[in-house]
């Protein structure tokens, strides 16, 4: 079976201040950087709202539809901004992350990576931050439960930042196992190991600024596989961010291509003794553009070898 690919060309209209580190060329790196790998190529659609209502307010959505600028930018807070073309981008990237969930279900396709920006991990209810509109790995993880009749669906996190939105999407949702390693102390400043949800389902992992590869490793395998192994997720998601790497400017982790290769190769080892291999990737950050194509070329790599 085949990977997919789901992205949108109006995902590089989503358009942020020069100078801000979410930008175009982020993804047009990454495109290109999968460029030559053998994938199923999707066109993402726009998500429907009743999507977004699994997670977001319908004013929420309303507030965000209406802060569109006519022109320039709209500056929802320090660093999250919107352009002409972001709802559309928003919208394309939930569509992208509930597309690839059906795409796996149905047997489709092995698995999926979803090349969308904004990111969405940071955005919570009723509330955008961190460059990111809608929680994206949250909705695909509601999709699946209540579209698709899952029992189980796991979403592992290895952004550098915390996935505040998605813990706080999921914080009362027994349904979904939630476990998410970043950097602390680092923004948004939450994410620690007493942070657990209503039902104990999410599970935080701080790693110290400066640690590498052997910390997250040996963290990975004695805090994140135990707890995998016990839920039995149906389906995982991952909210791929590579802003861990050492070259990431916005971090303090030095992590290596090698790692995000070797993480994704553990988790696709899982999904096979688990959950017949079902994973549904997304893009959250990373911004060195050379090591954010390297790592997500790696990352998708280790998924078409896992599907095959
Ligand atoms: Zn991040």
Request: charged share 20%.
């Amino acid at each position: 079976m085949k990977t997919a690919l789901l992205t949108h060309a109006d995902c590089l209209a989503h358009v942020t201040p020069t100078g801000h580190p979410e930008r175009v060329a982020r993804l047009e790196h990454i495109l290109h950087a999968l460029e030559p790998l053998d994938l199923k190529r999707i066109t993402a659609p726009l998500a429907a709202d009743d999507d977004l209502l699994r997670v977001h307010p319908a004013d929420y959505i309303a507030q965000i539809r209406a802060t569109r600028p006519a022109e320039g930018f709209a500056q929802i807070d320090g660093d999250t901004f919107m352009s002409p073309g972001s709802v559309d981008a928003a919208y394309r990237a939930a569509g992208a992350v509930t597309r690839a969930v059906d795409l796996v279900l149905t047997g489709e396709v092995g698995n999926a990576f979803c090349a969308i920006r904004p990111p969405g991990h940071h955005a919570e209810k009723d509330t955008a931050m961190g460059f990111c509109l809608f929680g994206n790995a949250a909705l695909a993880a509601k999709h699946a439960l209540d579209h698709h009749g899952l029992s189980r669906v796991a979403v592992v996190d290895f952004d550098v930042h915390h996935g505040n939105g998605t813990q706080d999407l999921l914080w009362d949702e027994r349904r979904a196992l939630v476990i998410t390693s970043q950097q602390m102390p680092l923004w948004p400043g939450s994410g620690r190991p007493d942070e657990t949800g209503d039902f104990d389902t999410i599970v935080n992992i701080p790693l110290n600024p400066g640690s590498g590869g052997g910390e997250m490793r040996d963290a990975y395998q004695r805090l994140a596989f135990p707890r995998l192994r016990a839920f039995k997720p149906e389906l995982i998601i991952i909210s791929a961010g590579f802003d861990a790497h050492q070259d990431d400017p916005l971090a303090s982790l030095n992590w290596s291509t090698a790692d995000f290769a070797w993480l994704t190769r553990e988790i696709c080892t899982l999904a096979a003794e688990l959950c017949e291999g079902h994973i549904v990737s997304t893009l959250e950050g990373g911004y060195d553009l050379n090591a954010l194509a390297a790592s997500t070329r790696a990352h998708v790599e280790e998924l078409i070898e896992a599907a095959q």
